[in-house]
């Protein structure tokens, strides 16, 4: 299989930024998550470089999230409402919105175990990718795991894209603005969040402010005085 022109014909043709969301989210509801918070980072004064999204679900160990990076490769069943079918649904989402993605998920004994893919090599590589992780230095999971856990001591898995490449949102702002439409995450997840079953948050910083929305419930916005890390 040319993986690159694989992923080329799933985001171009099915993925928006909304549905790359719905994939994650979706993902989070099946590993029975309570929480998933949405982070955007800056790479500029305004510029949106960094897209995180967390979960405090089951979590994946070393072995499952290898194979949950593996191209077409273990299909699980899906529910009726989910998007993909392929084995390909959250390495497409991803790469629909970045270049770069690493997930990072900490199991329930415990165990943190993180792995990085990137598009520009997928893509350059075509038929002869193989492996479904590459290391790099770049990326300290165990410190990335401790900034953007729900909690760092339970299990959970965090979704790290950069370098973003969708073109809908040119700043953090407008993208969580953008997400916090009623009409999208809080209109899918609505009895999951009506039942006090899932809460989703939206984080980002402001004038160097940190400042958090609860998504599909009014008058929920907290402020807290925080300097970024970035």
């Known amino acids: 299989m040319d993986v690159g022109r694989t992923l080329n014909a799933f985001t171009e043709g099915t993925y928006g930024v909304e549905d790359s969301l719905f994939e994650f989210l979706d993902n989070?509801?099946?590993?029975?998550?309570?929480?998933?918070?949405?982070?955007?980072?800056p790479g500029g004064p305004e510029g949106l470089n960094k897209i995180i999204i967390a979960d405090d679900g089951d979590g994946?160990?070393?072995?499952?999230?290898?194979?949950?990076?593996?191209f077409a490769g273990v299909i699980r069943i899906r529910a009726p409402h989910e998007i993909s079918e392929f084995g390909v649904g959250m390495k497409a989402a991803a790469f629909a919105l970045a270049k770069k993605f690493v997930l990072i998920s900490r199991d329930s004994e415990g165990n943190l175990s993180g792995a990085y893919l990137n598009l520009d090599r997928i893509a350059l590589e075509g038929y002869f990718y193989q492996d479904p992780t590459e290391k790099n230095p770049t990326y300290n999971y165990e410190e990335l795991w401790s900034e953007f856990a729900i909690d760092p001591n339970t299990s959970g898995t965090i979704i790290y894209l950069e370098e973003i490449t969708q073109s809908k949102y040119a700043t953090s702002a407008s993208f969580i603005a953008g997400i916090r439409n009623p009409s999208l995450l809080a209109l899918r997840y609505r009895a999951l969040i009506d039942s006090g079953s899932l809460v989703i948050t939206t984080q980002n910083f402001i004038k160097q402010t940190l400042v958090t929305h609860i998504i599909g419930v009014s008058a929920a916005r907290l402020i807290s005085p925080r300097r970024p890390s970035f």
């Open 28 to 41: 989070s509801e099946v590993a029975n998550a309570n929480n998933v918070r949405i982070y955007a980072r």
């Open 60 to 70: 994946m160990t070393a072995v499952e999230l290898v194979a949950a990076l593996v």
